[in-house]
């Protein structure tokens, strides 16, 4: 049964885009059990990061990639967009290459960047607690992790990869210099504020500070950087004090606005703030980024910055890929030898029945006292010409190409491998 896969990430589509069709973790299991719904699939796996939302299919047919696409457009907050023209869709050998190369971090926005394969284990976990892997799909997914690995031990991909919280200490340090004299905010407690707090924690700033919705998990990693911790109520009267900014929460809506920093920068008398917004969909309104005295970067913007100072490292995305390509090879050959498995079945169905009635014929015979040899002649010869009824009459009953084809496909079954 055909794999397919739907999707769009940040090569097709805008974080404008991305935003309103990202799935928060907690609704991703539900979302399986819909998709599932509406396009009869077999299998199915969804991953939803900050630079992707894809859809991967075991099904009858495409039919289930235009399913999958009317699902993406039903998306409440898909509403109004036209999501089609930022799709794209695979079928075949596609489906493995693209899933072993974003495993891998090379259809990354941060070429070899490791947050991704992270991603993908936690997505195949949703799906396998919703039961949507159980063949194929799931096999496929497997061998991704192994891919992955493979990728970044035997080539140079992931050595030299830059996290996006390097990539904001380093705009930071272009704007103010000496970290040392800042005061900072981080906004949530996931896996970006903490490398972001790694980076900044190490340059000494004057002033770190972490809010988030909770105190208690604010407080919790404020600990591990001696820095103190405030509760996202607090922003508005606090935002004003700090020089630089980075969040990154599940938030749906934006929780700091145009106007918020409007007061910020009276109370600071346009001393300017550097914000560093990493979250999909997005913690900070766009218009912020309009203001003077604002320097705000999204994922995207901070993506074309990192590109900008990268290394080609072309040899390197090259032996990954032939890594990749050897390794799809491999698993549609697998596919394919599974798909020939209910023939088979059927074929030695088949001959087991043959062979059933020429041996029930030559125990008759050999009860009635017939010669053992020419019973087993006659065995052999009843075997025979059943064996080949069926091809023959086939290929007697066949005219022009089909015919032809047909010789071949005989020709090559009963030709010996090593003639």
């Given at each position: 049964m055909p794999l397919y896969a739907i999707g769009l990430n940040h090569r097709t589509a805008s974080i404008e885009v991305r935003e309103r069709v990202a799935l928060p973790l907690e609704s991703q299991r539900s979302a399986i059990d819909s998709v599932r719904q509406e396009t009869n699939a077999q299998e199915i796996m969804l991953i939803s990061t900050c630079n992707r939302t894809e859809i991967y299919l075991r099904a009858d047919d495409d039919t289930a990639l235009k399913a999958a696409a009317l699902w993406l457009n039903a998306l409440p907050a898909a509403q109004g967009l036209d999501l089609n023209s930022h799709f794209y869709t695979l079928s075949e050998a596609e489906v493995p290459r693209h899933a072993f190369r974003v495993a891998s971090g090379l259809d990354s926005m941060i070429l070899g960047e490791p947050q991704i394969l992270g991603q993908v284990k936690l997505a195949v976990k949703i799906a396998s607690e919703a039961n949507a892997l159980s063949g194929p799909l799931d096999r496929l997914f497997q061998e991704t992790f192994k891919v992955a690995k493979e990728v970044r031990t035997q080539t140079e991909i992931g050595t030299t990869s830059v996290s996006m919280a390097a990539a904001s200490l380093k705009l930071a340090q272009q704007l103010f210099g000496d970290i040392r004299d800042i005061k900072m905010l981080l906004i949530g407690v996931g896996e970006m504020i903490e490398l972001a707090a790694t980076h900044f924690a190490a340059q000494s700033p004057k002033q770190i500070v972490v809010a988030n919705r909770t105190l208690e998990r604010g407080r919790e990693l404020a600990q591990r950087f001696n820095a103190s911790a405030i509760t996202l109520q607090q922003l508005p009267e606090r935002i004003h004090e700090f020089d630089a900014i980075i969040t990154s929460t599940a938030s749906t809506l934006p929780i700091i606005g145009k106007g918020m920093i409007e007061r910020a920068l009276k109370l600071r008398r346009r001393?300017?703030?550097?914000?560093?917004?990493?979250?999909?969909?997005?913690?900070?309104?766009?218009?912020?980024?309009?203001?003077?005295?604002?320097?705000?970067?999204?994922?995207?913007?901070?993506?074309?910055?990192?590109?900008?100072?990268?290394?080609?490292?072309?040899?390197?995305?090259?032996?990954?890929?032939?890594?990749?390509?050897?390794?799809?090879?491999?698993?549609?050959?697998?596919?394919?030898?599974?798909?020939?498995?209910?023939?088979?079945?059927?074929?030695?169905?088949?001959?087991?029945?043959?062979?059933?009635?020429?041996?029930?014929?030559?125990k008759k015979l050999l009860a009635k006292g017939d010669d053992p040899a020419k019973v087993l002649e006659a065995l052999a010869y009843g075997l025979t010409n059943k064996f080949l009824h069926h091809p023959l009459a086939a290929l007697n009953r066949s005219t022009g190409q089909d015919r032809e084809a047909l010789a071949d496909a005989l020709e090559k079954l009963y030709t010996e491998p090593d003639q």
């Open positions: 001393k300017p703030i550097f914000i560093v917004d990493l979250a999909v969909p997005r913690d900070v309104e766009s218009e912020v980024g309009e203001l003077n005295d604002i320097y705000l970067y999204t994922l995207d913007s901070l993506g074309r910055v990192i590109q900008q100072n990268l290394d080609t490292r072309e040899a390197a995305v090259a032996e990954a890929d032939e890594i990749i390509n050897t390794r799809t090879a491999e698993f549609m050959h697998w596919l394919s030898a599974r798909s020939s498995v209910p023939i088979i079945q059927q074929l030695r169905g088949k001959a087991d029945h043959y062979r059933q009635i020429e041996l029930e014929r030559a």
